[in-house]
């Protein structure tokens, strides 16, 4: 049975210079793992038996990012599946997409991660190593794009 993990790719915006575009003013949240190649994801974790798969992610996120659901706005009409192998099994990972209501608000890392970082698109995509990560990073920016 494959494996199966959720997730929140949360972003804020900055308050934006009057010249500079608003989609200038968005910034990404990324964890680096603190275990294998240190890489760097949005907060996501497996689901626990009884958990749907929405809920699985807000827990994932509080857990690693020490950041409650009511601190974030839930964006309706995104939700992404990524399938990739992992030690040879499959997985399966569902995004869904959450702004943070405010752009301050502090960042408390669980054991699980050792830095975050929040970044714009372009960094992002180089901070995430996978294509599908990267990919979907320049979709999610798509949609909030296609959206003001």
Same mark, same amino acid.
């Given at each position: 049975?494959?494996?199966?993990?959720?997730?929140?790719?949360?972003?804020?915006?900055?308050?934006?210079?009057?010249?500079?575009?608003?989609?200038?003013?968005? /910034?990404?949240?990324? %964890? &680096?793992? @603190?275990?294998? !190649?240190?890489?760097?994801?949005?907060? $996501?974790?497996?689901?626990? #038996?009884?958990?749907?798969?929405?809920?699985?992610?807000?827990?994932?996120?509080? /857990?690693?990012?020490? %950041? &409650?659901? @009511?601190?974030? !706005?839930?964006?309706?009409?995104?939700? $992404?599946?990524?399938?990739? #192998?992992?030690?040879?099994?499959?997985?399966?990972?569902?995004?869904?997409?959450? /702004?943070?209501?405010?752009?301050?608000?502090?960042?408390?890392?669980?054991?699980?991660?050792?830095?975050?970082?929040?970044?714009?698109?372009?960094?992002?995509?180089?901070?995430?190593?996978?294509?599908?990560?990267?990919?979907?990073?320049?979709?999610?920016?798509?949609?909030?794009?296609?959206?003001?």
């Amino acid at each position: 049975m494959a494996v199966r993990a959720c997730g929140l790719i949360i972003y804020r915006r900055l308050q934006p210079a009057p010249s500079s575009k608003v989609t200038d003013s968005i /910034e990404y949240l990324l %964890l &680096q793992t @603190s275990y294998g !190649t240190h890489h760097w994801t949005p907060p $996501k974790g497996h689901v626990d #038996p009884g958990e749907d798969d929405l809920q699985t992610a807000f827990r994932e996120t509080q /857990e690693e990012a020490g %950041l &409650q659901a @009511s601190q974030l !706005t839930l964006v309706e009409g995104y939700k $992404k599946e990524l399938h990739y #192998p992992v030690h040879g099994k499959p997985k399966t990972v569902v995004y869904w997409l959450a /702004e943070m209501k405010d752009f301050n608000t502090e960042i408390k890392l669980s054991e699980e991660h050792q830095a975050f970082q929040w970044l714009k698109l372009e960094d992002a995509c180089k901070f995430a190593e996978y294509e599908d990560m990267q990919a979907m990073l320049k979709e999610v920016h798509q949609f909030l794009c296609s959206r003001e």
